[in-house]
């Protein structure tokens, strides 16, 4: 209906907002000969525990089935595999850790692009003639995403006093004193095992 119309335009504008503030893109000329990547939204219904809408979610992703062959050869981001996964529950059990899930919201935007990327908004957001949107962070779509994001988050993983713990990179350790906490990579969602409830916190929260 014309009602549910406005407010699925109305979580398009706060997402565009909010990845425009967190300089995601910025709006340029478009160079001679350039064509760029389409866009689309995609829609989420979030619901509460009486599963009644609790809110409308709007995502901007880039077209990944609009890209140059290239660019499919850069789609790796190193996983755990299964054994790493389980190696990390059986350390957790053994030193009577708590695991829990981390899911990081909006994780391909805080990776840098290494490249130039020209992008269109969908048809209905009309920018100035001549004009379009160049990335300046990853977006979920692209197909180089997931490795920006990976080599993005294991060097802030480093810096922060974590260390590496398997050949893949996928396993990551912080001591600090007594407390400790291990990390496994799965692109977005980390699975932790920690014996510090306050060193996990004050990772989320960083």
Not at 160 to 166: L, R
Request: glycine share 4%; aromatic share 12%.
């Amino acid at each position: 209906d014309l009602d549910g119309f406005y407010k699925w335009l109305i979580a398009e504008e706060i997402k565009l907002k909010a990845i425009y503030k967190m300089g995601t893109f910025e709006i340029v000329d478009l160079p001679p000969g350039v064509f760029p990547l389409p866009s689309r939204f995609t829609y989420k219904i979030k619901r509460n525990s009486n599963r009644a809408i609790a809110k409308l979610k709007a995502l901007l992703v880039a077209r990944w089935d609009m890209q140059a062959e290239d660019e499919y050869s850069t789609t790796f981001a190193p996983t755990s595999r299964f054994t790493a996964i389980r190696t990390l529950i059986s350390i957790a059990t053994q030193e009577r850790m708590t695991l829990k899930h981390w899911d990081i919201t909006g994780a391909f935007m805080t990776a840098d692009i290494d490249t130039d990327i020209y992008m269109d908004l969908p048809p209905w957001y009309h920018l100035p003639p001549g004009k379009t949107i160049k990335l300046k962070k990853s977006l979920y779509g692209l197909c180089r995403s997931p490795g920006l994001f990976h080599d993005t988050l294991e060097e802030w993983l480093i810096n922060y006093g974590f260390k590496p713990i398997n050949e893949e990179g996928t396993i990551f350790k912080l001591v600090r004193g007594s407390e400790q906490v291990l990390l496994s990579l799965f692109v977005d969602d980390l699975l932790c095992a920690t014996n510090s409830e306050s060193l996990y916190l004050s990772l989320i929260h960083i």
